[in-house]
């Protein structure tokens, strides 16, 4: 049998990885300035993560949702600690897509509406709900209808208030950085605004952290350079250092009821103990702070760089638009230098993901292979 061939996939058969390296089946080394799409967030093979895995692997690897896994709770409260929102209430599940579906759902029941705002450039997920609020026509086909969802562009106010005016909206979700899309923020006012709108209409707020969050940002959650408490927040990719797991974050104000909501494998023991090394390592490592310094850095370096038209960002969520597109030179950086970065729905535009543990040296040998490309 093969395989169903969805993606265009770089000739490199990756074996094993350490740190911000992974290794082909040759030992040929490479540096990981993507993290396999953002995911990597405490490096590969973190012997931190490694132990609580191997133990958790030993102790129970898996009890479904009928019974208390105290794990989890173990989980909510690290989690409300270094987040700052303790007081919010977790559910877990296992993918980006399936949090922000859940998100939406929570959102609905809530108010009994389903016009969504989301915004153009958006990817939110692949599957119903999620796709139908990505603004990407290429991956929706037509049973993933998004007739109940308005799009609108960042920072057009008029239009968001505008929206509103119906009394008929459910939610808004937004990236507070847009990843696919080539890193683009919304202004820390539009946030606001989104805040107060959903306010006064019976509406929720809803922050996709799926790609920005777990620190990667510098700040815990990216909306929190914005000052805005969103209602239900979307976490998933870094949550779990590649152990698939993603869970949402939901305001106090939202009731829950048995049966609104449920899954087979999310919250499984294996999956909670991934995300309580992650945590674990973001605390003791200081990778909240690491984020900024090397995110500056890697700014400052990125800036003297040739032909660099626009960086935009923060922290180890950068975007740097060069005045050409960059398939050719990403190519060169995978196969003459042995280096991954990530690409975006801009043709111009590389993104940065590095493992939060990244070091100068790394970024030096990042900017060495950049420079030494675009002479
Ligand atoms: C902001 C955002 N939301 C949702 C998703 C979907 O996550 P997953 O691929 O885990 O379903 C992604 C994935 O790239 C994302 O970047």
């Known amino acids: 049998m093969k395989l169903f061939d969805v993606y ?6 990756l074996e094993r990885g350490k740190g911000c390296y992974v290794y082909d089946k040759n030992n040929t080394e490479y540096l990981d300035f993507y ?3 953002a995911v990597i967030s405490i490096g590969h093979g973190h012997e931190h993560y490694i132990q609580k895995l191997n133990e958790q692997l030993h102790r129970l690897t898996f009890y479904s949702n009928s019974v208390q896994l105290e794990i989890q709770q173990q989980v909510a409260t690290k989690l409300g ?3 700052g929102y303790e007081d919010y209430h977790l559910f877990l599940i296992n993918s980006g897509a399936e949090a922000v579906e859940n998100a939406l759902k929570v959102a609905s029941f809530y108010n009994n509406r389903k016009k969504v705002i989301a915004f153009r450039g958006a990817f939110h997920g692949r599957t119903s709900g999620a796709v139908a609020v990505t603004d990407n026509p290429k991956i929706k086909p037509p049973i993933n209808d998004d007739a109940h969802v308005i799009f609108l562009d960042f920072n057009d106010e008029a239009s968001l208030e505008n929206a509103f005016k119906s009394n008929e909206i459910c939610a808004v979700i937004i990236e507070p950085i847009q990843g696919v899309n080539g890193i683009y923020e919304p202004n820390a006012t539009f946030l606001q605004l989104i805040q107060k709108l959903c306010l006064e209409h019976g509406a929720l707020f809803i922050a996709d952290e799926i790609q920005c969050g777990f620190g990667r940002s510098g700040q815990f959650f990216a909306h ?3 000052n805005v408490q969103p209602d239900i927040i979307t976490m998933a990719k870094g949550m779990g250092n590649g152990f698939p797991v993603a869970g949402i974050l939901i305001h ?3 009731i829950a009821q048995y049966s609104m909501l449920g899954t087979t494998f999310g919250g499984a023991p294996l999956a909670c103990a991934a995300v309580m090394a992650v945590l674990d390592v973001i605390e003791n490592e200081h990778l909240i702070d690491n984020a900024i310094n090397m995110g500056n850095y890697l700014k400052e370096k990125c800036e003297q760089l040739p032909h660099v038209k626009e960086i935009r960002g923060k922290g180890l969520m950068l975007g740097v638009e060069f005045d050409f597109p960059i ?3 990403r190519d060169k950086l995978v196969y003459e230098h042995h280096l991954f970065v990530g690409n975006s729905n801009q043709p111009n535009t590389m993104r940065f993901l590095p493992s939060l543990t990244v070091t100068k040296k790394e970024i030096d040998q990042l900017i060495n292979a950049l420079n030494s490309l675009l002479k």
Do not use: C, D, R
């Open 35 to 37: 993290g396999g799409h």
């Open 327 to 329: 398939k050719e030179i």
């Open 224 to 226: 929190q350079y914005a």
């Open 8 to 13: 265009p996939l770089f000739n490199v058969q």
């Open 252 to 254: 106090p104000k939202i």
């Open 81 to 83: 600690k270094l987040s």
